[in-house]
């Protein structure tokens, strides 16, 4: 089929009646369908069963370091889910801290012992006049409501398919003392499945930044969850680049099992250089007297290695996969040379990014939910909620069943269809 | 016996020559003794082991508001869980936010909160020049840690028998606006296992704090921590008795599970007015997606009910009261009618509150240290570690097994023995 931007104002007008008595009907069967959360299904969720049955009653509770972990004691995590988290996030055991039951909270403390003590000894952020940080775009909503809440000046930095657009990011970072951090989903990025380039990430480990309290803030929410067995996006350890160009305290990594085993009921973690967890730790110690160590053992014992991980990871793909391709085949088959939309097919992780024409994400979004169809808010890929082309939409095909999926992804394509045409009839 | 002042110069030294025999001889059995932490004993521990078993693969793990425990949602805590610690906290059911696995973390939680947002819209605490607290002493050293971490001045008010002594605790809330909260053990006190009375516990209500943003930090920890089934103490419930006097958002009220089910695995929870909830749920949206769903249901299927819960406590008095007992009757038999310290008999908790002459508590828990006994830290009832009496010594009964603490009770008093006769000597 032609561009919509080729059709004349009388056949897009056709199209549109055509395309409404599509949408009546649709409308009509009253679902009620969710496309707006990156959440595991229940299928998923199926996966990680047998976890509950890892530690019972007759089960020894004692974890490797001899710690009867029922009890209070070990601050930072016992010896082998260190090991496991370890592994998964690429770094030396030593190199981790076990947190909670998940890295946002992880990320937020991280932000809020900035605010109050500074970074490994620099002035408390919130004695400075002005803390800012970059943000590419699109990006993850929960991480700019964490800077948001804390007064942090946010700025955009575009996203490019090889990462942050690494120009701005090192002229930025280099010249303004007041930007402390960039968040940074570096694997399957969310929205939009990209993965660091090598250049990217060799960049990011060459930064000289202005502020000594600098810190990239890794969030590799994705990093195992591969889509595809055959197509595997890679990424370069960013900690170990960091330590060979000198910086190692650069960087923080953050993870966490929630998309592994459940959501909310897993652990998280950070990795970072000794510097910084001898820092960390300080705080740690005036906080808690140690999270959770039975959740910790169960889910070392549950996984037993990382390979252990990888092969679940794998079952959970299986599930995945034909989500995204049922997606993806529809948005292709439906808007593929319509120039109305474009999109990324990602290798991974929890999303696709649609960029409708401009100024149409909030009414396409706004007309899938007439339909019965909530998706993620318009502009929550961006700082405050603002999307200033009024184009990024985010897609989570994860939580809905494949048939439901399917209606939701009709819903979808007819929505853009129907307000991309009245944006072109409007300009006419 | 005499009291020891009585005695002459040569009576004491007689008998420091004989004590001393009798302490070179215990410290030859090289024995590794720990009554520093309140720590639940191993046999205590064994005591939720059925807990393990509430939640298999088999098992339905949908909560009564009809939410899939293992998926994300639900910010505040689920239902069944809500009840369970309303009732433990003698509170409605909406006046309760769940958190993760210990009260000290949401207490961490509460003050850093205040540093940076201040209190349902008051002046951050980090903008103003002086933030202070009140410390009833002795008292729970991981409170003090909080806010000196923070940088907040803390003063202390001596403990009576009926609580804080109320008299300065007014004068000062009343007429100081830097002053912004209290921290109190309100049951069964660490270390002196008091419970205020009902007087003081109205006059918290009635106070008019200069601040607005002042609050009660209430952390009632062994709230239903008896030791004696015909001898309880009984607390009146302070949320109602502050809402009855105008003020419901003058109290938050803190508690867990740690030493009912397992220490570091267990619920940790906030009870305060809908507006101070309000307040703090607009923090926890930014912090985290939720807390640990599943935990919170082995809970409240574990216990059922409130009533489960306290029978589950009986279990746990069992073991404890004859620890207690060990140690109290040591106490008085070996150190009654000397002269040289007095302690309180609780009935709950987990402390025993020894106070030895001035000048001698380091010395004494140094002395059991030789032997191979570990103390808590002479000071670390305190503020900021300093005891201007040196004179506090936390006895923490639980964790050792009973015949570990008849061994660990005579290396204390022969410690206390010897290091207050050096004292009476020296002043000869």
């Known amino acids: 089929m032609a561009a919509y931007k080729d059709l004349s104002k009388k056949e897009l007008s056709a199209l549109k009646a055509d395309l409404e008595k599509e949408f009546k009907k649709v409308k009509a069967k009253g679902m009620k369908l969710d496309m707006s959360r990156g959440k595991p299904s229940t299928e998923q969720l199926n996966l990680s069963m047998e976890m509950m049955d890892v530690l019972t009653s007759k089960s020894d509770l004692v974890c490797e370091e001899g710690v ?10 016992i010896k082998e889910a260190k090991q496991l988290l370890a592994d998964m996030m690429e770094v030396p055991k030593d190199n981790i801290v076990i947190f909670g039951n998940s890295s946002l909270n992880v990320m937020y403390d991280t932000i809020a012992r900035s605010m109050t003590h500074g970074v490994m000894g620099s002035t408390p952020w919130s004695k400075l006049d002005k803390v800012k940080f970059l943000c590419p775009v699109p990006g993850y909503d929960r991480h700019f409501a964490i800077t948001e809440y804390f007064g942090i000046e946010m700025i955009n930095v575009p996203m490019t398919p090889t990462g ?5 990011v090192e002229k930025l970072v280099c010249s303004d003392p007041a930007i402390k951090g960039i968040w940074c989903v570096p694997k399957y990025s969310n929205p939009q499945g990209i993965t660091y380039s090598d250049e990217t990430v060799h960049r990011f480990a060459k930064l000289k930044p202005a502020a000594e309290d600098f810190r990239i803030y890794w969030d590799n929410a994705y990093g195992i969850h591969h889509l595809y067995e055959d197509k595997h996006d890679y990424l370069i350890e960013i900690f170990m680049e960091c330590k060979r160009e000198g910086h190692p305290d650069m960087v923080y990594k953050f993870a966490s099992t929630s998309k592994i085993s459940f959501p909310g009921s897993g ?15 300080k705080q740690m110690r005036i906080q808690t007297i140690g999270h959770d160590k039975l959740n910790q053992l169960r889910h070392a014992r549950y996984f037993g290695d990382i390979h252990g991980m990888v092969k679940h990871m794998r079952r959970h793909a299986d599930i995945m996969r034909p989500k995204f391709d049922t997606v993806l085949q529809t948005l292709e088959t439906e808007l593929g040379g319509l120039e109305i939309g474009s999109w990324l097919a990602p290798r991974g992780g929890y999303f696709i990014s649609f960029d409708a024409m401009e100024g149409c994400a909030k009414a396409i979004v706004a007309k899938a939910k007439e339909a019965g169809l909530v998706m993620t808010d318009a502009g929550a890929t961006f700082p405050y909620g603002k999307d200033p082309r009024d184009s990024n939409i985010r897609i ?3 939580y809905p069943t494949l048939e439901e999926l399917k209606e939701a992804a009709k819903i979808f394509v007819l929505s853009v ?12």
Do not use: F, H, T
Request: net charge negative; aromatic share 2%.
């Open 68 to 77: 009867d972990c029922r009890n209070y004691g070990v601050l930072d995590g």
């Open 164 to 168: 942050p657009d690494m120009d701005i």
């Open 267 to 281: 652990i998280g973690a950070i990795a970072a250089s000794d510097a910084n967890l001898a820092d960390i730790r």
């Open 396 to 398: 989570a095909p994860s």
């Open 417 to 428: 269809k129907l307000v991309s045409i009245d944006k072109l009839l409007e300009n006419m």
